[in-house]
């Protein structure tokens, strides 16, 4: 399978900064990008989405900014809070020949937030 | 609400015995997905469905094993062939036919005594 890198594992930020945290991807048919945020002990939860005919997309208090050319996606989560505290994934959706869709999933950058 | 439930929360085994996890959405999702999470990991995934009464091998399928009697349903077996199972069990859901995200679980935990 495609493998769905994060440049980083662990990010400290202070609370009110902004962060930013990095993935990359291999695959250049991959469509379809998503962030999912994981607190200790639960199911990941989705935060924003991006398909491949867009650059950037613009959620409350969260961006994701996509670059095809270097096959980058990012996250930025702006004045960052405690409860951001969490792993964050991405992952890629590449549609294979049957349709089903698939998730090729990042290991997932642990973001903890400085009171 | 619509939504995926996972249970139980906790569950531990014994060596050698067999267990099942439950997973039950209804959002009238076609396809399901069983993935394990060890600390400090992502996600690797063991089986999926599309559909009523078929299922795929994902990439650590051995010692696990699964059913789609029912659109709603996708239980997880973890059967005692599977040597190291304590680990954090995730299903998720999705529709078919549009690149789509996945609605997850909030997990089992499952620890071998």
């Known amino acids: 399978g495609e493998s769905v890198g994060l440049h980083l594992p662990t990010l400290s930020v202070q609370e009110g900064d902004n962060s930013i945290i990095n993935c990359a991807y291999s695959?250049?048919?991959?469509?379809?990008f998503i962030w999912y945020k994981q607190e200790s002990g639960k199911g990941p939860q989705f935060i924003i989405d991006?398909?491949?005919?867009?650059d950037k997309r613009q959620g409350q208090r969260v961006t994701v900014l996509l670059n095809k050319t270097v096959k980058h996606l990012s996250l930025q989560i702006a004045a960052t809070q405690p409860g951001d505290s969490a792993v964050y994934f991405c992952a890629e959706n590449i549609a294979i020949q049957t349709g089903a869709n698939n998730l090729f999933f990042g290991t997932g950058t642990r973001l903890t937030v400085i009171p | 609400d619509g939504g995926i439930t996972q249970s139980p929360k906790y569950l531990f085994r014994k060596e050698g015995q067999n267990v099942t996890l439950s997973c039950e959405q209804n959002?009238?999702?076609?396809?399901m997905y069983w993935y394990r999470q060890d600390p400090g990991q992502g996600l690797r995934l063991i089986y999926y469905s599309q559909i009523v009464n078929d299922f795929q091998k994902g990439d650590i399928a051995e010692g696990y094993s699964v059913s789609r009697e029912k659109k709603e349903s996708f239980p997880l077996t973890v059967t005692s062939a599977q040597k190291n199972p304590t680990a954090f069990y995730l299903c998720?859901?999705?529709?078919?036919?549009?690149?789509?995200?996945?609605?997850f679980g909030s997990g089992t935990r499952l620890t071998v005594v």
């Open positions: 959002l009238n999702h076609d396809a």
């Open positions: 998720a859901s999705t529709t078919i036919g549009v690149s789509y995200g996945y609605t």
């Open positions: 695959n250049s048919a991959s469509d379809y």
């Open positions: 991006i398909r491949s005919n867009m």
